[in-house]
């Protein structure tokens, strides 16, 4: 079975800042909060404070995967001259999205940079207030005058849009707002980021909002579906039916496989990953083509 990874992420060092302040390597794998929160972020067998491309390459040649999407955001902190850098190096086996704070006020020369020099052709956006923008700055409309900017900058410049709207129940999970923008910008194509993050208990909510995103310039990536369902282990019962839903709501055509690696790798094999969707039953063999390798195709790399 051929595979894209469309979610996965290259680290050169742990310089996240989230709601709990700044995010910093603490030797082993394990990264520090400002708080004090200690916790594993990198698994072993990776480096100690660092993902690099060969890194990833690895996983991916152990398991079959042809491609990857890196993506960023600021739970790791922005990686753009790494990424761009991975991309350069090893074009046959990686895409990537560039990544800014759109309220920094030197924002057009950082875009300048990554889209006009680096070449980004996607670009990503994490509004979570957990670790996005919203996790240190007031709530920002997801289809106000700040981001309906940076939604037109795409157009403009032919990006895709990707972003990671957090969980249910949170400021950041706008979903009404973002149906909005979608449909205001049918000329960019939007990539959403976990399949809306739903939780063990979301089902008739996640069949409810995906119903709104149900448009033609619209797909979703299922990075660390999975892991959202903690406590639940393999073969994960739960990320299966919220797989079920969004093939019926959606179309296996709007998904993509991701595994949100490295971090996800800390609980779960990569192989694993790949097998709770393949072998799940949601998907006949055509289907899950275009789920694991197609769509990722078509969306990131034509």
Not at 185 to 195: A, G, N, S
Request: hydrophobic share 40%; aromatic share 10%; glycine share 8%.
């Amino acid at each position: 079975m051929k595979i894209i990874d469309a979610h996965a992420h290259v680290v050169q060092c742990i310089a996240g800042f989230t709601s709990r302040g700044e995010l910093r390597a603490a030797g082993g794998g394990n990264a520090v909060y400002a708080d004090g929160t200690t916790f594993k972020m990198l698994p072993d067998g990776m480096g100690e404070t660092q993902a690099t491309p060969e890194d990833l390459l690895k996983v991916m040649d152990d398991n079959g995967v042809e491609k990857a999407v890196l993506l960023q955001g600021q739970f790791f902190g922005f990686q753009n001259e790494y990424t761009a850098q991975a991309v350069k190096k090893y074009p046959e086996r990686f895409a990537g999205a560039g990544s800014y704070d759109p309220f920094c006020v030197n924002a057009v020369a950082v875009k300048n940079r990554l889209f006009k020099e680096l070449g980004f052709k996607a670009v990503k956006f994490e509004l979570s207030n957990g670790s996005g923008l919203m996790a240190y700055h007031p709530p920002v409309d997801v289809n106000g005058e700040i981001m309906r900017g940076e939604y037109s900058f795409a157009r403009e410049n032919n990006l895709t849009v990707v972003l990671d709207i957090g969980r249910p129940r949170n400021c950041c999970w706008q979903t009404d707002a973002l149906a909005k923008a979608v449909s205001d910008f049918p000329q960019v194509k939007f990539v959403i980021c976990h399949l809306l993050a739903p939780q063990s208990g979301d089902g008739e909510l996640l069949k409810r909002e995906l119903s709104k995103f149900a448009l033609p310039n619209v797909w979703f990536d299922l990075a660390a579906l999975a892991a959202n369902q903690k406590p639940e282990t393999y073969p994960y019962p739960t990320a299966v039916k919220h797989l079920q839903t969004a093939k019926e709501v959606l179309g296996a055509d709007r998904l993509m496989f991701g595994s949100d690696m490295p971090s996800t790798l800390c609980r779960e094999s990569y192989d694993r990953l790949v097998s709770y969707i393949a072998e799940s039953g949601v998907f006949d063999k055509n289907q899950l083509e275009e789920v694991m390798y197609w769509t990722a195709e078509r969306v990131y790399f034509k």
